[in-house]
Each structure stands twice: as C-alpha cells, then as structure tokens.
C-alpha cells in the first residue's frame, strides 16, 4: 500500500480479469470520484479502520480476512439475533 499513485493503480488494475484499461485510466484521470474516495477514506478511520479487509456487520467491526466457514458463522451469529 505504499505505492498507490496513479501509474501504481493503472498497473494494479491492468491484473485484473476483465478490465477495460482505456476506460479505466480515463476514469482516473478525469478525478470524478476523487471527493468520493477521500470521504470514504476519511469516513473509514473515523470507524476505525487500520486496514483491509474489514468488514462491519450491524455496526460490529471484523478485520481480517475470513475463511468462508468463518464468514458463514458470523452471519449465522447476526441471523440468530
């Protein structure tokens, strides 16, 4: 996560499966979602977010990956409630 800069993300994004480079780099080019980006940002370390993935179910917060069991049983905890 130290290099996230725009030539960084376009390298990033060309992994991916899929995806439309041309429009991808226009996108960011243009600067659309900047305002967006930052308030999600802003809005995760208010919640306390050091870090991905994190994940909050019913205002609880999980960080880390899961397992796909262990994903299962957190919503089985929630359904239950």
């Given at each position: 996560?130290q290099?996230?800069g725009?030539?960084?993300?376009?390298q990033y994004?060309?992994q991916?499966?899929?995806?439309?480079?041309?429009t991808?780099?226009?996108?960011?080019d243009?600067?659309?979602?900047?305002?967006?980006v930052?308030?999600?940002?802003?809005d995760?370390?208010?919640?306390?977010?050091?870090g991905t993935p994190?994940l909050f179910?019913?205002?609880q917060?999980?960080?880390?990956?899961l397992?796909?069991?262990g994903?299962?049983?957190?919503?089985?905890?929630f359904?239950?409630?």
């Amino acid at each position: 996560q130290q290099s996230l800069g725009s030539t960084a993300l376009k390298q990033y994004a060309r992994q991916v499966p899929g995806i439309d480079a041309t429009t991808f780099d226009a996108c960011l080019d243009s600067g659309t979602f900047t305002t967006e980006v930052q308030r999600d940002f802003a809005d995760g370390l208010a919640a306390g977010v050091a870090g991905t993935p994190t994940l909050f179910f019913n205002g609880q917060k999980v960080a880390g990956v899961l397992s796909v069991d262990g994903f299962e049983q957190i919503l089985q905890l929630f359904l239950q409630q």
